[in-house]
């Protein structure tokens, strides 16, 4: 029997300090259960817990992983029946390496794509493995590779075609390395290959080289030791190097003895269908940059062209151009003097998108134990993490923070909202979460008032940021707030991610302030968010479930981070807690147009009623009016910031302005229906003139005249396997717009929605030991149940083994705890419980695009299957 336990991977997203962190949510109902796998294990309890898990579209395991429930597919390669077919988009979590006593040099991979999409391969430890990614056609001729050293590989797709995609496990063939896993997503094209960090590690065959040499610099630490760089002169000139010769500042030039830059090698003696030529200089330099002594090590580039576009990840913040955010950017970024105040976690100063973005802040924290930084308040805001152990840590106030405010143009990293604003760092959450006290005190350091610090802000912010909340009515909190919002300070606070009435939320359902919804890439309601009268608005908060815009990543809103070893990273987070900051970012925007706006200001504009700007600062997408759901609308960053130059004075934009959402529809072969809506955000009325599909295989129906609804179906019958591109364009009065269109169909032999075996586990919220536990997998369509559940606080866990090395969440793996990753809860079983739903994901946080790190985030949590 195997019992696991909790492992690896960062708890950036465990005991978060979200809306529902440590808030205990006690469920309980009669009877019930689903199909389920049979246990692993069983308790010594009466109860019973079943639910079902679920994952984004497109995920798929690779077929010869360690996991032995796994149904086996060959795909290594040896001729093209042993490839395994992929869907279009799709995400791959998979596994090279020893499996017994054989060794996975490959996986092979089929698809059809496009010109200009992009085939990524992430590595879950790239200190430990060195895998490469190489493209052939469907004649099995190599097209290119990315075979660096780094985390990251990346291919362009140059055309349309049926293309072959190999991952090689080069460390494990050469240079005897256990193996590991890995992360394969085929999507739309980003910039993630433009990074600093990729650069730095990328090498590729197609790049035009010096065939013969090879550049190197050994460590500044051997510069003092003669002997020390002789040994080394001496270890590196063997029979494959003709020459050393030491240039200005300490670079050698290697020369090697067999100029064969070309030269084709089957690496696999038995590989009939493929084979691969990496070029000797590579291999050299892959060799030299696992050397201790060695500083960096590089081909002789003939030619070398970088080019590295401002913010490297913006191009995966669909969660800007959704709120128009662009537009609004042509008016203005922000202002320096422009401040707005988060209420978090704190803030880690250091990161590299956020350090000079900040005004001096404090730590409200006054309970000790809580504050874990040895002291009670003070005025150090920075994050030293909440997590009750080592790298369990949300790093939450910084994600925030991103957000808002992150430094843009500057070459890594992601944007921000107004990035020209800056942030007033404010720490009132710990280990233990935060109090009503810490809180309001921080509210009225924030407005400029008396505190408990005994001191004043230099100057105090215009906006205050709460992505937090907890149940019941704070009486301090709601005095705290009146008078922020007294002092001229517009108050933002996130909804909260228990699909619940946000009244019963403090500070939520509190007077005075502005309370987000959140909504998932398609505009529509987030699965988590809460609703009710007191919501005001709606904004971007993503759904890590789900990749409706198929660019190979879950559609979470993707800001700042920072891991408990003192990494930088950047990672997709869901919830009313990142819709919030997208609110205060366009807030501080709206300030810098018109730093005379007052809350009530902004209220009236939302609700459409100022008397100074009949201009609409939200697209209606519910009923019409006031709802529940989405308060006034989603909001609009064009028309906020154009509603705030009418009151300064500016002139207000007459002619319309054609926007629509979404931007690209993606189709398959199991869904061929989506929703297009388009807008005018500029001003008078906009008239369509046409609107038509490049191919006939795409239909467009105005849901009713003149609503601006239109459905879009594809018909994929007598449409062969492949992958079909169309183009839906709008003329208008307001300008015309393309709007892409991608259909994938696959055959029978393509398995999508199967991510193999998965291990569901019952855990002590304590120690985090496994009480009960179970797997599941698509022949039970990934609905479980776990008896003999003894009465009891719990959290509920699930993930794969793909290298069976028994622990479910290392990095690489596919992993999820209930609720949500980001905003975890325990729960209190005291009946039979059955409609437990949550969502698993790959376990790859994107790489730190800083010129200070290069690495992924550490691990920290594990789940064990021996006892």
């Known amino acids: 029997m195997n019992v696991y336990t909790l492992k690896g991977y960062l708890l950036k997203y465990f005991l978060m300090t979200l809306i529902t962190s440590f808030v205990l949510i006690t469920l309980s109902s009669c009877g019930g259960s689903s199909s389920s796998s049979s246990d692993d294990g069983s308790g010594d309890g009466d109860l019973s817990l079943g639910g079902s898990l679920f994952f984004k579209q497109g995920m798929t395991v690779d077929g010869d992983t360690v996991e032995p429930n796994n149904t086996v597919i060959d795909n290594n390669g040896a001729d093209t029946s042993k490839t395994q077919p992929i869907d279009y988009p799709s ?29 990524t391969l992430v590595i879950a430890d790239p200190n430990a493995q060195d895998f490469d990614l190489i493209l052939y056609d469907e004649a099995q001729q190599k097209v290119d590779d990315s075979v660096g050293t780094g985390n990251l590989e990346q291919i362009t797709i140059p055309s349309d075609g049926v293309y072959y995609i190999a991952v090689y496990g080069y460390s494990v063939e050469n ?241 921000g909202v107004a990035w020209d ?73 996130a909804a909260g991610n228990e699909n619940a009435d946000a009244n019963n939320v403090s500070p939520a359902g509190l007077t005075g302030v502005v309370t987000v919804s959140a909504v998932g890439y398609t505009a529509q309601k987030a699965p988590y968010s809460n609703f009710g009268t007191s919501v005001d608005v709606a904004a971007p908060g993503g759904n890590t479930g789900q990749d409706a815009n198929g660019d190979g990543n879950p559609d979470g809103v993707l800001s700042t981070l920072a891991t408990d070893d003192d990494q930088f990273v950047y990672q997709f987070y869901q919830g009313t807690s990142m819709a919030a900051p997208h609110i205060a970012g366009v807030a501080a925007l709206m300030k810098s147009a018109y730093p005379a706006l007052t809350p009530n200001d902004f209220d009236l504009l939302l609700a459409g009623t100022h008397p100074s700007s009949t201009r609409a600062i939200t697209t209606d997408i519910g009923v019409s009016g006031k709802d529940d759901l989405y308060g006034h609308g989603l909001i609009n960053a064009l028309n906020a910031v154009e509603a705030a130059r009418t ?171 209930y609720p949500i990753l980001s905003s975890i809860s325990i729960i209190d079983i005291q009946n039979n419980i059955d409609g437990f739903k949550f969502n698993v994901e790959p376990l790859i946080a994107l790489p730190s695009t800083s010129s200070t790190s290069t690495t992924t985030s550490a691990r920290t949590i594990q789940i064990r299957k021996t006892p």
């Open 421 to 493: 604003a800056k942030i007033m760092p404010i720490r009132a959450l710990g280990v233990q979460g935060g109090s009503d006290y810490d809180i309001g005190q921080s509210i009225r350091y924030a407005a400029g008032l008396s505190n408990d610090s005994g001191t004043l802000p230099a100057k105090k912010a215009d906006i205050i940021n709460m992505s937090l909340g907890g149940s019941g009515f704070s009486q301090v909190m709601q005095d705290a707030i009146l008078a922020a919002r007294a002092a001229g300070v517009i108050v933002v606070a």
């Open 647 to 817: 009151l300064a004075g500016n002139p207000q934009a007459t002619e319309p302005l054609l926007a629509l959402q979404p931007e690209s529809l993606t189709f398959n072969t199991a869904i061929s229906h989506a929703e297009m809506t388009l807008y005018n955000i500029g001003g008078g009325t906009l008239d369509v003139s046409s609107i038509s599909a490049t191919e006939p295989w795409v239909s467009i129906n105005e849901r009713t005249a003149g609503s601006l609804t239109y459905d879009v179906t594809v018909d994929q019958s007598g449409l062969a396997t492949g992958v079909y591109q169309a183009a839906i364009e709008i003329a208008s009065n307001g300008g015309d717009k393309t709007v892409s269109v991608v259909l994938s169909i696959t055959d029978a032999a393509v398995t999508q929605g199967d991510i193999g075996t998965v291990h569901v586990l019952l855990l002590d919220p304590t120690s985090f030991d496994t009480i009960v536990s179970t797997k599941t997998s698509s022949f039970q369509n990934y609905t479980f149940t776990l008896t003999g559940v003894p009465a009891g606080e719990y959290y509920l866990a699930a993930g794969t083994d793909l290298n069976g090395d028994d622990f479910i969440s290392d990095d690489g793996e596919d992993f999820g705890i």
């Open 91 to 119: 995400t791959v979590s998979g596994f090279l390496g020893t499996i017994g006593d054989q060794s996975d040099f490959f996986d092979f991979y089929k698809t059809s794509m496009l010109a200009g999409q992009v085939v």
């Open 175 to 415: 240079l005897g390395d256990d193996g590991g896993l890995y992360t394969l997503t085929t999507g739309e094209a980003n910039s993630l290959s433009s990074s600093h960090a990729y650069q730095k590690t990328h090498l590729s065959s197609s790049d035009a080289m010096m065939e013969d040499e090879v550049l190197f610099k050994s460590r500044p630490s051997l510069a003092k030791s003669s002997s020390a760089r002789v040994a080394l002169s001496s270890r590196l000139k063997r029979d494959d190097v003709l020459s050393l010769r030491e240039g200005a500042a300490g670079i050698v030039r290697m020369r090697l003895q067999r100029p064969a830059a070309l030269k084709t090698t089957q690496i696999v003696q038995t590989r009939k269908a493929f084979q691969t030529d990496i070029p000797d200089v590579i291999k050299k330099v892959k060799a030299l940059r696992r050397d201790k002594d060695i500083d960096f090590a590089q081909p002789n580039y003939i030619i070398q062209t970088f080019k590295v576009p401002n913010d490297t990840y913006y191009p995966l913040q669909w969660h800007y151009p959704q709120i128009d955010l662009p537009l609004a950017w042509e008016l203005t970024t922000g202002s320096a003097d422009v401040i707005v105040a988060v209420i978090d976690t704190g803030v880690v100063l250091a990161h590299p998108d956020i350090r000079n973005q900040l005004v001096p802040g404090y730590d409200f924290i006054s309970d000790t134990t809580n504050a874990a930084d040895g002291n009670g308040i003070d005025s150090d805001p920075n994050d030293p993490g909440d997590g009750a152990h080592a790298g369990e840590s949300s790093f939450h106030g910084t994600h925030v923070a991103g957000t808002i405010a992150a430094q843009s143009n500057n070459s890594f990293g992601v944007a």
